[in-house]
């Protein structure tokens, strides 16, 4: 699959049966959320962000369970039962973006292409009032999908045992590829823009090395979703635990010594 111009990110995309999309208002009320989490724990992310992460724990080659990843994206505080609406909302988008990412597309236009909830807030910022800007300083705002791509490269870091490189040099080959197009995109664009994915006739805020590295990192999720699928889920070794020295306790329980008891022989 080759990198093209993505269309302008929205909620439209393939849904999985008895799944609604989510639409503009599911997106606000999932962003009102994380505000009121934010009041409490000023660490709590954008929704952006959650979007990455969430396509990462899609691709992932394990199913992370939801006790295990809540805390690490949204504070030790979260509880999942204060906040079930949201959850649902998680839930719906979950199923939206892995029955994209399973769908057979060859083009970014296809209308079942997954296609990340960013938001171009340079673009956003430039479409104000000079007025209304302030000394707003667009080098310090973040580029078109990068704060995406760091929740997705914020999921990886978090389970890296789950990332290792496959022992196929061509699958490993792969995976090292894939990653390599979103950590580009966790990057700032430090091209010239040259196009506005905030509005049709906005002033230039994205450059089209931006597009296409945006492109390219969706075509990366893609294969990362099928290169994990192809491989299976890992398989749990279990570890023996070391001997004990013959003059440590045994670990039977008995209170004697290992060489005295299960040791003895």
């Keep these: 699959m080759n990198a093209s111009t993505p269309p302008e990110s929205s909620a439209a995309g393939l849904a999985a049966p008895g799944h609604e999309p989510l639409g503009p208002d599911d997106f606000d009320a999932q962003d009102a959320e994380l505000d009121a989490l934010r009041e409490h724990d000023p660490e709590v992310p954008q929704w952006e962000f959650c979007e990455g992460f969430l396509a990462a ?90 704060v995406w791509a760091l929740g997705f490269m914020y999921a990886v870091e978090t389970w890296p045992e789950d990332w290792q490189p496959p022992r196929n040099a061509e699958a490993a080959r792969m995976l090292d590829d894939a990653l390599g197009a979103i950590v580009r995109l966790a990057a700032d664009d430090g091209h010239p823009p040259s196009v506005s994915m905030f509005a049709e006739d906005g ?58 008891c299960c040791g003895a022989g």
């Design 57 to 146: 724990l899609v691709c992932a080659r394990r199913a992370v369970p939801p006790e295990e990843y809540w805390p690490v994206l949204l504070g030790d505080g979260f509880n999942p039962m204060e906040c079930m609406e949201f959850v649902w909302r998680w839930k719906r988008r979950w199923a939206e973006v892995q029955a994209a990412l399973d769908a057979p597309v060859e083009r970014l236009e296809d209308d079942r292409t997954y296609h990340p909830e960013v938001l171009d807030t340079r673009g956003a910022v430039l479409a104000l009032p000079e007025s209304e800007r302030g000394d707003t300083d667009l080098a310090t705002l973040p580029s078109y999908g990068q």
């Design 203 to 260: 002033p230039p805020s994205v450059s089209e090395v931006r597009l296409n590295d945006f492109g390219a990192a969706i075509w990366a999720v893609y294969d990362l979703r099928s290169l994990w699928k192809s491989l299976g889920t890992p398989v749990q070794t279990i570890r023996k635990p070391p001997e004990p020295g013959r003059n440590d306790p045994c670990p039977c329980g008995s209170g004697k010594k290992y060489k005295k």
